[in-house]
């Protein structure tokens, strides 16, 4: 089967950092994507992984290991607005991207 | 602006109803996606459509009938709809499904409550 499990929910404190770890088991994989989700509106693109390492996009960086079917998402000087959900996806093959059920992350003060 | 507008945002319709939803994007993109969100479940991939043809139907239920007219607009027809149909559907499009870094783009999706 296919699945993706991730943390349903973390919480962390603005200016600190937090890691959201995602493991998968797919048939295929041609990629990896992070979305992030604020409550009643679209997902939308954080970051993509198609090679073992570290991609760093300002605040946010996306780690991926093929071989170990993991991959996590670090969000560093936490700020409010970064509450929300965050859904890490695979590209399994074909059309099919496939998501996992998202980790709501609240930022306190 | 996601560059995908989905109306209505909000839909209530009876178990007896007939009623669409309606998808256009703005980005020039070559495939079309219907997505369903149920609270505290993963995406579920309904539907593609690739340059206006479908490659994916992930076994849903007939009660639902996309409809794609042209690359830039996608339809949801609905009837007799379940309360368990009840959930967030979202539309999305990429540019090019069959590549590996193909990127999804969603619209803010439509609330639909079936009563």
């Known amino acids: 089967g296919q699945n993706i499990d991730q943390p349903t929910e973390m919480t962390a404190t603005e200016g600190a950092i937090v890691q959201i770890n995602c493991t998968y088991q797919?048939?295929?994989?041609?990629?990896l994507f992070w979305y992030q989700q604020h409550a009643g509106e679209a997902p939308t693109f954080l970051s993509y992984?198609?090679?073992?390492g570290l991609e760093e996009k300002g605040r946010f960086s996306s780690f991926l290991s093929r071989s170990k079917g993991y991959s996590y998402l670090l969000l560093k000087e936490l700020q409010m607005k970064d509450s929300a959900s965050y859904l890490c996806?695979?590209?399994?093959?074909?059309?099919?991207?496939?998501f996992g059920a998202g980790t709501r992350l609240f930022v306190k003060a | 602006e996601t560059g995908v507008t989905q109306t209505p945002r909000h839909l209530v319709m009876g178990m007896t109803n007939k009623k669409s939803l309606k998808c256009e994007q703005h980005?020039?993109?070559?495939?079309m996606y219907w997505y369903k969100q149920s609270a505290k479940k993963p995406l579920e991939l309904m539907f593609v459509?690739?340059?206006?043809?479908?490659?994916e139907n992930n076994s849903v239920p007939s009660r639902f009938s996309p409809e794609c007219p042209n690359s830039s607009h996608l339809f949801l027809h609905l009837h007799t709809l379940q309360p368990e149909d009840s959930a967030l559907y979202l539309c999305?499009?990429?540019?090019?499904?069959?590549?590996?870094?193909?990127?999804?783009?969603f619209g803010e999706g439509s609330w639909l409550t079936v009563v």
């Open positions: 980005l020039g993109h070559n495939a």
């Open positions: 459509y690739s340059l206006e043809e479908r490659v």
């Open positions: 992984n198609v090679l073992d």
């Open positions: 996806a695979v590209r399994s093959g074909g059309f099919k991207t496939i």
């Open positions: 797919t048939s295929g994989f041609n990629g």
């Open positions: 999305a499009s990429s540019q090019d499904p069959a590549s590996a870094g193909n990127t999804i783009y």
